[in-house]
T-cell receptor, first 115, second 110 residues
Framework: EAGVAQSPRYKIIEKRQSVAFWCNPI?????LYWYQQILGQGPKLLIQ????????DSQLPKDRFSAERLKGVDSTLKIQPAKLEDSAVYLC?????????????FGPGTRLTVT | KQEVTQIPAALSVPEGENLVLNCSFT??????LQWFRQDPGKGLTSLLL???SQREQTSGRLNASLDKSSGRSTLYIAASQPGDSATYLC?????????WGAGTKLIIKP
């Protein structure tokens, strides 16, 4: 079974530029998560989708971050414009369904450096 | 609000030693607790998941315990190997969301 795929693996941009990350979850997984992990910290949930609907985006900085999962499969996370403090690893995870009993599976992440 | 703490932030031990990593949480109303491993440049790998009704889980040289009443979990690694070098994170699952510790960076010296 293929795991969660993410691209690109690394991205370096200047502040005020825009960037987009892509995630392909495990086939059949209805729930998709985007996390931000700043160096030395644990991951922070940015947004959670159930199929193509948003379940939780309370920690997403909506003035600059946006995410979509139009067909309930792949997802894109965008930052526009980027700030220095957005430098982090962006992790995508998926689970079969939402709920605490369903294990989350993580992709390799995208390391973003904003200069 | 749930808070998860992992101490120490970093640990270096000689190969072959047994070691314990600690995780504490403030709210005992949890569904389960997971231990993850993170290697540089890679994603998170789930090591062990303990349901709230369980006291411990074992996988190979790893043993994780859970004491909800005291808000603590430990990850025991037996006979450590250089390949065990990584950052270990615990995450508490409650209210449909994972709350993470900052991790313990483990270095096993050959």
């Amino acid at each position: 079974e293929a795991g969660v795929a993410q691209s690109p693996r690394y991205k370096i941009i200047e502040k005020r530029q825009s960037v987009a990350f892509w995630c392909n979850p495990i086939s059949g997984h209805a729930t998709l998560y985007w996390y931000q992990q700043i160096l030395g910290q644990g991951p922070k949930l940015l947004i959670q989708f159930q199929n193509n609907g948003v379940v939780d985006d309370s920690q997403l900085p909506k003035d600059r971050f946006s995410a979509e999962r139009l067909k309930g499969v792949d997802s894109t996370l965008k930052i526009q414009p980027a700030k220095l403090e957005d430098s982090a690893v962006y992790l995508c995870a998926s689970s079969l369904e939402q709920g605490s009993s369903y294990e989350q599976y993580f992709g390799p992440g995208t390391r973003l450096t904003v200069t | 609000k749930q808070e998860v703490t992992q101490i120490p932030a970093a640990l270096s031990v000689p190969e072959g030693e047994n070691l314990v990593l600690n995780c504490s949480f403030t709210d005992s109303a949890i569904y389960n607790l997971q231990w993850f491993r993170q290697d540089p440049g890679k994603g998170l790998t789930s090591l062990l998941l303990i349901q709230s009704s369980q006291r411990e889980q074992t996988s190979g040289r790893l043993n994780a315990s859970l004491d909800k009443s005291s808000g603590r979990s430990t990850l025991y690694i037996a006979a450590s190997q250089p390949g065990d070098s990584a950052t270990y994170l615990c995450a508490v699952n409650g209210n449909y969301q994972l709350i993470w510790g900052a991790g313990t960076k483990l270095i096993i010296k050959p």
